[in-house]
């Protein structure tokens, strides 16, 4: 009986042990190898083409009494740790010290099939940004990367990753056709000069009547003085 009970306790074991081998062997990065990530920027099942996208490496992953993320130099009081990362206000925060730092990443276009490649990357945690937006779209939000990633007990060290599906940039709303003034389609010409009637008269015998007048006058009022003076 003590036999059987020793036997059990042994295959329970042994077990135990079988079941929590691959995910030991998960845990155990190699840190001979380098990764990649592969972006694919899609939205309600399309892929959008256009923008660009800007790579930061803003932790290294390092053995150190346990695997943990270390911070790049100008980012030492973050807190990188694996529970602090999951936290979604994290990237938008650390995406500010990066730029207080003035930290350089690496920006690359996505293609016309919405995918953004980058390559030979050290392990560690990596920070995505939208540096420019595809047109038509608002800016996907700032996310954290890691290589190696873990998934199914199996670590992944070049990273398929899909941002989070963007929604379309609101268009202005048209505002319907303004009416306009009503404008004179003619408009009388402003006088320039004073003009007589036309009745079939010419203008030119004025002035040549003023002058013979003023003439007569003259000559009218030269014959009365003269007169004047004969008689006495």
């Keep these: ?38 972006l694919t920027v899609r939205y309600e099942g399309r892929e959008v083409g256009g923008g660009e996208l800007t790579l930061y490496q803003v ?3 390092q053995d150190e009494n346990g695997y ?6 100008g980012l030492e009081a973050i807190d990188f740790t694996f529970d602090k990362i999951e936290s979604p206000d994290l990237p938008a925060e ?3 010290q990066v730029k207080a730092a003035g930290l350089t990443g690496t ?29 038509g779209f608002t800016s996907i939000q700032p996310f954290f990367v890691t290589i190696p990633m873990q998934e199914n007990g199996e670590l992944i060290y070049d990273v398929d990753a899909s ?33 007589l009637p036309q009745t ?9 009547l003023a002058i013979l007048g003023a003439a007569l006058l ?9 007169g004047r003076k004969e008689r006495g």
């Design 1 to 38: 009986m003590k036999h059987n009970k020793l036997l059990c306790l042994l295959l329970l074991t042994a077990l135990l042990c079988l079941l929590l081998l691959p995910a030991t062997a998960a845990e155990t990065p190699d840190f001979t190898r380098t990764g990649s990530i592969r």
């Design 59 to 61: 932790a290294t992953l």
């Design 68 to 73: 943990r993320y270390v911070p790049v130099p």
């Design 94 to 96: 650390v995406l500010k």
């Design 107 to 135: 920006a690359k276009r996505i293609g016309g099939d919405g995918v953004v490649f980058f390559g030979e990357l050290t392990l560690g945690l990596y920070l995505v940004e939208q540096t420019e937006n595809a047109p």
């Design 163 to 195: 941002p989070k599906p963007l929604p379309p940039q609101p268009t202005e709303p048209t505002n319907p056709t303004e009416p306009t003034e009503p404008t004179a389609t003619s408009k009388p010409p402003e006088p320039t000069e004073p003009f």
């Design 200 to 208: 079939g008269q010419l203008n030119w015998p004025i002035p040549v």
């Design 218 to 226: 003259l000559a009218g009022l030269f014959v009365l003085l003269r």
